[in-house]
């Protein structure tokens, strides 16, 4: 049986190494992408290798920000599918966000992952199948005060999700985006407990999030039988914006 390589954005964050787990455990080899949780992705990666010796595990650094995407597409060689995971954020009001911050957002959360498609598009092309999927939020379809430019950001994702997928169909690449709600991460740490509580009694599963519960739709978007879903933005919020 041939392998199968993902390359997944973020991985040190809370969602991607769940998302690298998962995968890992459903037969992917990975390309695991950081910046600076070195410490975390070595433990990660050797972790994978001991459990799951058939299957590949590559560590790759890159900063979206100032790096040249070539760091990261220069180690890529066989592909078939992309998870962007990886994302900021800046608290605070529109008005007071700076030139230079706002640039960062737009390269870490859509210039940088759009360049990397554009540049690893024929290896996904070139697969027995492809898959592209975005991990997303809610704040793309409601939009968030305080969050005005990262908002903006995620909803642009759904619209390349939509249009690129019609693209790319015939090619037997998919693109999809799964977008979450509140997410218990480190993220979400700094909240204090009344504030998690609030959030918590807006939300009908009466729950918040746990990474695992975003892995799995990804873990499936991934499979070979999901080939007929495609340029759909799946939300997963436990009800919240019912």
Do not use: C
């Not at 769940?18 to 037969?27: C, E, F, R």
């Not at 640039?103 to 199948?129: C, G, I, R, T």
């Amino acid at each position: 049986m041939n392998k199968k390589y993902a390359l997944i954005l973020g991985s040190s964050g809370d969602i991607g190494t769940d998302i690298a787990m998962k995968l890992a455990d459903s037969g992917w080899s990975l390309y695991l992408h950081f910046h600076t949780g070195n410490t975390k992705i070595t433990k990660l990666s050797q972790q994978l290798a001991d459990k799951y010796p058939s299957q590949d595990f590559f560590m790759i650094q890159g900063d979206l920000i100032n790096d040249d995407i070539s760091v990261i597409t220069d180690k890529i060689f066989a592909l078939n599918a992309i998870i962007f995971a990886q994302g900021i954020t800046e608290y605070g009001l529109f008005n007071q966000l700076s030139h230079e911050r706002m640039s960062e957002l737009m390269k870490v959360n859509y210039e940088k992952p759009l360049l990397l498609v554009q540049a690893l598009q024929d290896k996904l092309a070139s697969a027995d199948f492809g898959r592209i999927v975005f991990v997303g939020s809610i704040y793309g379809k409601v939009g968030s005060a305080m969050e005005v430019m990262y908002s903006s950001l995620k909803a642009a994702l759904n619209g390349f999700t939509n249009a690129y997928a019609k693209e790319v169909g015939g090619l037997g690449i998919t693109v999809n985006t799964v977008a979450p709600g509140a997410v218990r991460t480190n993220m979400t740490a700094d909240f204090t407990k009344e504030e998690l509580q609030n959030i918590v009694e807006e939300i009908p599963a009466r729950r918040m999030a746990e990474p695992k519960d975003i892995s799995f739709w990804v873990d499936n978007l991934l499979k070979e039988e999901a080939e007929y879903m495609t340029g759909e933005t799946i939300y997963v919020d436990g009800g919240w914006l019912l």
